[in-house]
């Protein structure tokens, strides 16, 4: 038997990839709960899309502070774990390369990844595999290129980076080793670009390091934010099943993917959800949220997937709907001063993978039943880990 005052486990249930009904219905009308973590934390959680907004975007709740979350972390990217003026001064610095023109002109580049992913997935044959073979694979490819790693070592990048994926799973002591690796290998391309520079954010950001006032070092975090931020996209697998299981919607893509594919994006964004968990942040000082009056120290865990739900901002919110009129925008990218930067990038991305799996593959389909699909719980980003399809 539970006593009343006895604070409930978090997650209520496995994540499965649909949101709890019982948090669903609180958004409305109990916006802030108080829930304890699986590391035994007590900590607030916050559903409504304004509250989830001012979690990530007022000071108060800092990341400075925040330790460890709920899933282990690692130290992944720095910038993540700044506030204030230490961070507006190296975001600054990072947004120059991050600009909206910039960005299109990776297009012709993402899509040939794109291109070569689904070639390698259609001679190997079918039933194949949409992670190992596509969502996996690409953001990987993507960061290589925008970043400007040189194609001759990208097998030892790629062994790093599966070292730093297993310190945000694991914390092991060989995974601190690959990101103590990488950073060192980032420092040098720094060097290396500086003196012959290319088209890549790496010889961006050391162009402009006497305008910008970023070190050496800042420069190196920043790299390694882009590549952490960056090397996992959950949402094409998730937008996937979705899809199928919204086989009206599915249709609509197919007729003219070109032209949904944009808006399918934004909505899957909207309306999918990889993962049970979000970064935990630490209460720098007494607030009241949601009518609840919270204490410095308190830890807080601002849900964005329940933010995308909220009738107030999205009408009909439970309703997966690829033509939808953005009404408000969602907060899958984060809100705030921590806004996800590679956001257009993320979204070519996805949007390129949807588009192009409609037109090559019309007759795409699960290969096992979707309630069958395997979900990773040992990570934060969460997502689906082998999504069998045929076409
Ligand atoms: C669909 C794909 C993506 C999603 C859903 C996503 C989501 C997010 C979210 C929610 C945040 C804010 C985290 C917070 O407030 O604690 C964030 C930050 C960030 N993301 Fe993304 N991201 C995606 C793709 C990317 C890509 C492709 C890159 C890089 C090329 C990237 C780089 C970053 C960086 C550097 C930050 C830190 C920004 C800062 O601290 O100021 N992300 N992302």
Known sequence: MTLASEVRQYPFEPFTGELSQELLGMIETNSVSQ????????????????????????????????????????????????????????????????????????????????????????????????????????????????????????????????????????????????????????????????????????????????????????????????LLGGIEINSTSTGMRALFLHPEQLDKLRAAPEEKAASATDEILRYTTVSAMFRVVVLAADAELGGVAMRAGDCVMALPWFGNRDPRFFPNPNVFDIERVPTSPHLTFGFGPHFCLGAALGKMQIELSLATLMRRMPKLAPAVPLDELPWRHDRINGGISAFPVTW
Not at 59 to 76: E, V
Not at 130 to 143: D, E, N, R, T
Not at 202 to 222: C, K, M, R
């Open 35 to 226: 829930v304890r973590l699986p590391d035994g934390r007590k900590c607030w959680l916050v559903l409504g899309y304004e509250d989830c907004c001012t979690v990530l975007a007022d000071p108060r709740f800092s990341r400075l502070t925040s330790g460890d979350t709920a899933a282990p972390t690692g130290d992944g990217p720095r910038s993540l774990v700044m506030d204030g003026p230490a961070h507006a001064c190296v975001r600054r610095g990072a947004s120059r390369a991050f600009t909206a023109r910039r960005m299109d002109t990776y297009r012709p580049r993402v899509q040939r990844r794109v291109d070569e992913l689904i070639d390698a997935m259609m001679s190997g044959g079918r039933p194949g595999d949409l992670v190992s073979g596509l969502v996996a694979p690409l953001p990987l490819l993507v960061v290589c290129d925008v970043l400007g790693v040189p194609a001759s070592d990208r097998e030892q990048f790629y062994d790093w980076v599966a070292g730093v994926n297993s310190i945000l799973a694991y914390g092991s002591a060989p995974a601190a080793e690959a990101q103590r690796e990488l950073r060192v290998y980032l420092g040098e391309q720094l060097v290396a670009k500086r003196s012959a520079p290319a088209e890549d954010l790496l010889s961006v950001w050391a162009g402009e390091q006497q305008s910008s006032g970023l070190t050496d070092e800042e420069v190196v975090e920043l790299g390694m934010g882009v």
